[in-house]
């Protein structure tokens, strides 16, 4: 037992005399040189034996060999560092902070000491939240630990970086756009401080000199992933979204392993609308990780708006496996039973969101109330859809109580509900109310001029519209209404005075070249009208409401049938619910003698116009074609009930009359 404690004792020995050998120099440059050769050597003594026992894990009894060391010499910084970093170790921050202060007074160009001491600040700030920030003296003194360090080192880039972040932090965006430049200046072409820079400007919301900065520095270095990707966020943020797209592929081809600047990517495309180029590299994301619940509910709403309900259903149902309480995925299955003519069961699933995202108290935030609106909206347009008016009127009636709105947004919506349900009097009646509570809303003056209008008093519905003119861009709508008015009224020579008016005051507004296409198709001028739905085409390219009109009048007239057919079909995929397009898409399969598409696609449009009497009127065309007369009876039936027009029910305006004829007198034959 003694041989071998004395093997130990010379082993330690042997340690002790390589370490003092070592640290001879180091020390002497620190001050211990200038200590009495005895206190010297016990100093060396008791600070390589503090380092030996802080590297044994044994350290309180290091710091207690620290403090003899300190003892012997008392000004020696090294000593004070060494004994600062053991603190550190231990987590003994407040001591390890005093240490290092210590150590910065012996000597103040000790850079390890101020490193140690933005350790510990940094470490402070990263615990901070929201609910607790960091304090101000926190952050002012790690930025002075920064700035010794700089100034001890200009060639330190981490610390050129962080104290820029914390000038940032503190609100200080100029010192912290001097650091950057300054560090710049020091190391030219540094893709940290160029996207560190760029990164200041977007807090700051000067997006247009981060792009510019970014943009010229990739163009420079091309192959700086970093970079790319901090202009992808600040296209984003710009709201440029195909840009943002092409800044994240070209990061991501740089870095094809990083997944998140292909979601990144994927995310610009889907927010670009290039929901085709987002489909494909959500489905690529999927393969890599196919449980990710955000690509699936993207690639569902991406397959929802392709019209493959199935696919669409598959990846939300996926997507709401993986968040089960995600609003955002419940919502979207709203409109997808929606966009598949499933209204019931939309509204079904619309009630329940309502249900469980209700407050008791109703107190919301600002985004609850905004997202409570949207469901409530939605829940209140499947109700006037299905005909549940009393129902829409009421649920409009809670949104505007939500949301205080003044300019009678939310009163157009029930109004056009007491026009759906057919009733003038009540729209007129709610009009008037609210009117009185909005007087300004320039909104609501001329639904109630287009109102009176259409009860009657025609001339007096344009006087209305004609005091609302204010020598403005805004009296485009004004025309627009007056043209309406007048089509309405088959007043087409006035209608086209205005429309002239229009047309001098804004020839490159595409609304007016589609209201002349329309108005000259009411007067049968067919070439006329696809001029000017042509123009308005060139204006506004693939502009649905135009392609959706221009391809019913080529298919009403059976002619250009495949052309009509492609301009409805692009309309339908634009607004795959609008019944008018869905109508007008059923009728060109009727012209092309493909009853079954077109029953198909007249069968959609009912639900989503469940009171248009020109549906029910086409569908019964291909009920009474294909030999269906009792179904084609009840269809014209209901075409008479629902006809507010009185040339739909005239015999001589009429073609469908004859046929009704026909199927009577089929019945007596049978």
Known sequence: MRIMGLNVMNKYLLVFMLAVGFLTTRLANSGFAQTKANSRTEAYYHFSKARMLDDQGQSAQAIDEYKKALELDPNNSLIFSEMAE??????????????????????????????????????????????????????????????????????????????????????????AADIYKKFLGVEPGSEEGVTALAKLHMDAGNYKEAVELLESFVKQRPDSDSALQTLGEAYS????????????????????????????????????????????????????????????LRLGQIYRRQMKYDLARQNLEKASQAFPDSIEIQFNLVLLDRDQGRLDEALKLANDLLKKTEKANGRYTE???????????????????????????????????????????VDALIIETYRLAKNLDKALQHTEQALSETPGSRQLQMVRADLVAEKGKVDEGIKALQQLQRGNEEDLDVLSAMV????????????????NRATQRFPNQEQVHFLQGSLYEKQKKYNDAEKAFRKALEI?????????????????????????????????????????????????????????????????????????????????????????????????????????????????????????VAVIISDIDG
């Open 237 to 296: 943020d710009m709201q440029e979204y195909a840009k943002a797209a092409e800044a994240y592929k070209r990061a991501s081809e740089l870095d094809p392993d990083n997944v998140e600047l292909k979601k990144a990517e994927a995310q610009a495309l889907f927010l670009a609308d290039d929901i085709d180029s987002a489909g494909k590299r959500y489905e690529d994301l999927i393969k890599v990780e196919p449980e990710d619940g955000v690509a699936r």
């Open 484 to 499: 309406s008015v007048y089509q309405r009224a088959k007043r087409f020579d006035d209608a086209q005075n205005v429309l």
């Open 86 to 175: 053991s603190y550190l170790r231990n987590n003994r921050l407040r001591e390890a902070v005093d240490v290092a202060q210590k150590a910065i007074q012996a000597d103040r160009d000790n850079i390890e000491a101020h490193k140690l001491l933005t350790t510990v600040y940094l470490q402070v700030i990263g615990r901070a939240s929201a609910q607790q920030p960091p304090s101000t003296e926190t952050i002012n003194n790690a930025i002075h630990e920064f700035e010794e360090i700089v100034r001890i080192d200009p060639t330190e880039r981490q610390s050129f970086l962080m104290l820029g972040r914390l000038y940032q932090i503190k609100g200080e965006r100029d010192k």
């Open 540 to 660: 506004q390219k693939d502009d649905p409401a135009v392609l959706n009109y221009l391809g019913f009048m080529f298919a009403d007239r059976g002619i250009r049938l495949d052309e009509a057919e492609a301009m409805v079909q692009k309309a339908v995929q634009a607004d795959p619910t609008n019944g008018a397009y869905l109508d007008s898409l059923g009728w060109v399969y009727f012209k092309q003698n493909r009853f079954d598409r077109a029953e198909e696609y007249l069968k959609k449009a009912i639900v989503f116009l469940i009171t248009d009497s020109n549906i029910h009127d086409h569908l019964g065309d291909v009920y009474f074609i294909t030999k269906r007369y009792d179904e084609a009876r009840a269809e014209w039936n209901k075409t008479l009930q629902l006809s507010t027009e009185p040339e739909e029910i005239d015999p001589k305006n009429n073609s469908n009359l004859p046929f009704l």
């Open 367 to 409: 985004a609850e109330k905004q997202n409570r609106r949207i469901f409530l909206i939605n829940q209140a347009i499947l109700n006037q859809t299905l005909g549940n008016y009393s129902e829409a009127v009421r649920t409009f009636t809670e949104v505007k109580g939500l949301t205080n709105e003044k300019d009678g947004r």
